[in-house]
Nanobody, 115 residues
């Protein structure tokens, strides 16, 4: 059974940092594009960052220069390093693994940034 398990969320003050992890199981992780999404209360889920199987990355404009996405294929784990956090970054963060028509989601981890 495929599982994506996020960890690393929590409460942090504005300007602080958090590192999210997404551990995948039962998939050949290296084949998958890995994405991080977030959903704030009353808002639609939005794409935050992606890293392809080849290591190319892309970011939402709102997080460029502050967030860094990476992956460790040997450990089947993806990461999202979040620096200079702002209150508007508060949301549930989800990881996603996509390969062709295989599309998997984690359960989400809450990130709360206090002002």
């Amino acid at each position: 059974q495929v599982q994506l398990v996020e960890s690393g969320g929590g409460l942090v003050q504005a300007g602080g940092s958090l590192r999210l992890s997404c551990a995948a199981s039962a998939i050949i992780f290296s084949r998958y594009r890995m994405g991080w999404y977030r959903q704030a209360p009353g808002k639609q889920r939005e794409l935050v960052a992606v890293i392809t199987s080849g290591g190319s990355t892309d970011y939402a404009d709102s997080v460029k220069g502050r967030f860094t996405v990476s992956r460790d294929n040997a450990k089947s784990t993806g990461f999202l390093q979040m620096n200079s956090l702002k209150p508007e970054d508060t949301a549930v963060y989800y990881c996603n693994a996509l390969w062709g028509n295989r599309n998997y989601w984690g359960q989400g981890t809450q990130v709360t940034v206090s002002s």
